[in-house]
């Protein structure tokens, strides 16, 4: 021990006595300038950012040479009951400076005015924040010492227990674990530790527990537990006693503590129980030394902060390890399918009660995309099929062009199969279909809303009815192709007739037009009702309605009409157990053939209605997965290379894919979302992208109270809008028509 260090230690050891009598106030104020004085020494080295974490002070600091990509989330000691902001600055500038790493110090509730679990939960919300500010969790670590250092365990022990994501590593120095100083080193060490003693900790530790003794007492003292055993069963706790816990599932940490500290054993015990259950930890303990050694900065431990720079070089990555996923059975045509002038893509899209502030929402969609690494995706080439890789960080916001889904180019897809774009109060998501469903689209924009809305007001939406959790760690039957696991053993036939197409000319530059149908929804479900069908099924049966009368009017031959069928996806969620946030859609065809004679409209849904009920069953939707999962499954088929898989899915689609429906009409359903999400949002819409041979598609979904349906076409006339606002009309439909107009076009001399 070097002479200063000496001399440092008899000094610490005089005043012992001396701050065990002191009272709270005083040890408050004396730590506190500590902290100012640490960080005095590193301070030319640092910039400072002081910020505010809901109603807790934090500061983040960035050295000036910035050696690591993570992040140190510190929680500094104090039992607890000490240590503000200033003295959180002084041991971070001290870490951030030596370490070359960004380093967030909280200045979380302290005790006795918050008591057990305050500063959990304020460490859960500065956590909360770096993964809400683009910090990943594989990049960031954990660091406190003494109360601080149990705080980083009890902190990953409530991470766990939510189901949430681990930081990548924890530093723990001097950690206070135990707080029922049950290991033999608070006996062996009492006379030799030079800073603590077993009653202070006990001071510490009722504070922390029961809070403040208020009757008539001028020195603040800690309520205590009259009741021994029960004292110890509240101390017992692993949140607060996290050596006394199960240490499984927990990150890589390293553990510095003096040989001559009380609490030597608290650090033995949580290295030893992250060991023995499977995981990786390190101990250093450094003889001779002292309660928060480290924190003095001291020459003859300068190896330690290398240790933690390595520490930290070892469990950060340089680069994120990004997952791969093959194309799911209903993926694998689309992009075989593609064409120049089309690309399969829907939109679903909110608008909120206020104009949208970009910026937040491109820091909301920063975290989002880290919790969907199977939506958040790009297309990747291999040699027998393309597979889906996880994108890197998120894509740019886009602003709104003058018509929804135009066309996404197969190099866009190539780095982002997914867009995301604003205009005004609307927030709108556009996926290559090969990603993801509309289920699976849906829930992707609620939590991107949910998290914007917790960017912008703080408010913390609830996970439910569809929104994810941003701290939860991803499940991987969120990304299982549930088709292979509920394919039947029995092939269903793919043989349909041709059906009928509305055709027209095509706008010369691909806009499309987009006309959206507003009903009250009230009345829809009271109508369809009133016909003895589904909302689905009674649209689609207004849909086969409208185009029967188009096609008469265009065909007068009878005997030359074609069916008029509408293919409905089917959600095969509600008939098979799936948490699959990718494509688990099949599609039922009912319609009716117009050489039979004609049909009344109560005709069309109870055929309709039969049909559907029919075929959307699970026996029926197994044997048609089984078909296609068979087909996917040829020996031929898996050995081709990519290029002749392509040509021969590109022939399949053309002579089956789109000829056998008049369009689509895909319906979401009755959309709800969180009370506090629901305030914001004042519409909801869905929109499928046109065939790539046909002019028309349309969607549907219900917010609000109210029915959107989406009718998009490529071709200049409105032939089908106009014979389906008169069809509405007939069966007494109150509509309100909206659509985006076309842009003037300059008249050539």
């Known amino acids: 021990m070097r002479p200063f260090t000496k001399f440092l230690r008899s000094q610490i050891s005089f005043f012992k006595g001396f701050i065990a009598n002191c009272s709270l106030e005083t040890v408050r104020r004396h730590q506190d300038r500590l902290g100012k004085f640490m960080a005095s020494f590193h301070k030319s080295e640092v910039n400072y950012e002081d910020i505010l974490i809901g109603d807790m002070e934090a500061c983040m600091i960035s050295p000036r040479d910035e050696l690591s990509r993570g992040i140190i989330l510190y929680l500094h000691g104090g039992g607890y009951t000490c240590g503000d902001l200033d003295y959180a600055k002084g041991f971070a500038t001290m870490l951030c400076a030596k370490c070359g790493i960004k380093v967030l110090c909280v200045a979380y509730r302290l005790a006795p005015e918050h008591v057990f679990p305050a500063a959990i939960d304020d460490s859960m919300e500065a956590y909360g924040y770096l993964l809400s500010h683009g910090y990943a969790p594989e990049s960031i670590i954990l660091c406190g010492e003494s109360a601080g250092g149990g705080l980083c365990y009890s902190l990953c022990l409530k991470l766990r227990e939510k189901g949430r994501v681990m930081p990548a590593g924890i530093i723990a120095i001097s950690p206070w674990t135990d707080m029922t100083a049950s290991s033999k080193s608070y006996e062996e060490n009492r006379k030799a530790d030079p800073t603590m003693t077993i009653a202070r900790l006990k001071y510490y530790s009722d504070f922390y527990l029961y809070g403040l003794d208020e009757k008539g007492k001028k020195k603040a003292r800690p309520l205590t537990n009259p ?3 029960d004292d110890f069963e509240k101390k017992s706790n692993p949140l607060v006693s996290p050596a006394l816990g199960e240490l499984d599932k927990l990150p890589p940490c390293l553990v510095f503590v003096g040989g001559d500290e009380i609490m030597l054993g608290d650090a033995q015990r949580v290295h030893e129980g992250v060991i023995n259950s499977g995981g990786r930890s390190e101990l250093i303990v450094t003889p001779k030394m002292w309660h928060g050694y480290l924190l003095y900065g001291l020459k003859e431990n300068e190896g330690d902060f290398g240790k933690i720079r390595r520490f930290i070089k070892e469990i950060v990555p340089l680069q994120k ?24 893509v829907f939109r679903i899209s909110a608008t909120l009660s206020e104009k949208i502030d970009k910026e937040t929402m491109q820091v909301a969609l920063d975290v989002t995309v880290r919790r969907f690494p199977s939506i958040a995706v790009r297309l990747k080439r291999g040699f027998f099929w393309y597979y889906l890789e996880e994108i890197p960080k998120a894509p740019e916001i886009m602003d709104e062009k003058p018509y929804p889904l135009a066309r996404m180019i197969f190099d866009d897809i190539r780095k982002c199969a997914f867009r995301v774009i604003v205009y005004e109060n609307r927030v709108a998501l556009e996926f290559f279909h090969a990603v993801t469903d509309g289920n699976g689209g849906l829930i992707f924009l609620k939590s991107l809303i949910a998290e914007y809305l917790y960017q912008k007001y703080g408010i913390k939406v609830p996970n439910t009815h569809g929104v994810y959790d941003r701290l939860e760690e991803p499940n991987e039957s969120e990304w299982e192709d549930s088709f292979h696991k509920h394919a039947g053993s029995v092939k269903h036939s793919r043989w349909e007739k041709t059906a009928f197409k509305i055709v027209g000319k095509a706008e010369p530059d691909g806009f499309r037009t987009n006309t959206t149908f507003i009903m009250d929804a ?29 096609q008469e009017s265009l065909v007068h031959y009878p005997s030359l009409r074609k069916p008029v069928k509408i293919l409905v996806p089917v959600n095969l969620r509600n008939l098979y157990p799936s948490n699959t946030l990718r494509n688990f859609v099949l599609y039922t065809t009912p319609g009716v053939d117009p050489r039979y004679g004609e049909y009344t409209f109560e005709e069309i849904c109870k055929i309709v209605y039969h049909q559907m009920s029919l075929e959307v069953t699970p026996k029926q939707m197994s044997a048609r997965i089984a078909t296609n999962v068979g087909n996917e499954n040829t ?12 040509m021969i899915m590109k022939l399949a689609f053309k002579a089956v894919g789109e000829k056998k429906s008049t369009f689509s ?26 065939q790539s041979t046909a002019p028309y598609n349309s969607a549907m979904v219900t917010y609000g109270g109210k029915t959107y349906l989406n009718i998009i076409r490529n071709i200049k006339d409105s032939i089908l809008e106009r014979e389906l606002y008169n069809t509405f009309k007939e069966l007494g439909l109150k509509v309100v028509a909206e659509s985006n107009s076309r842009p003037n076009r300059k008249k050539k001399n």
């Open 635 to 646: 020996l031929i088929l898996k050995l081709a290379p990519l290029f002749l898989k392509n």
């Open 665 to 690: 009409f895909s319906n979401m359903g009755v959309v709800t979302m969180p009370q506090e999400m629901a305030e914001f949002v004042t519409r909801v819409d869905v929109l499928l992208g046109v």
């Open 227 to 229: 009741d021994p055993v």
């Open 321 to 344: 390890k990004l997952k791969w996923m093959s194309l799911d059975n209903a993926a694998k045509i689309y992009p075989a399918a593609r064409r120049r002038d089309w690309s399969n």
């Open 522 to 550: 009230d009345q829809i479900k009271n109508e369809a009702k009133r016909y003895g069908v589904s909302v689905t099924a009674f649209f689609v049966s207004i849909l086969i309605c409208t185009n029967l009368r188009i």
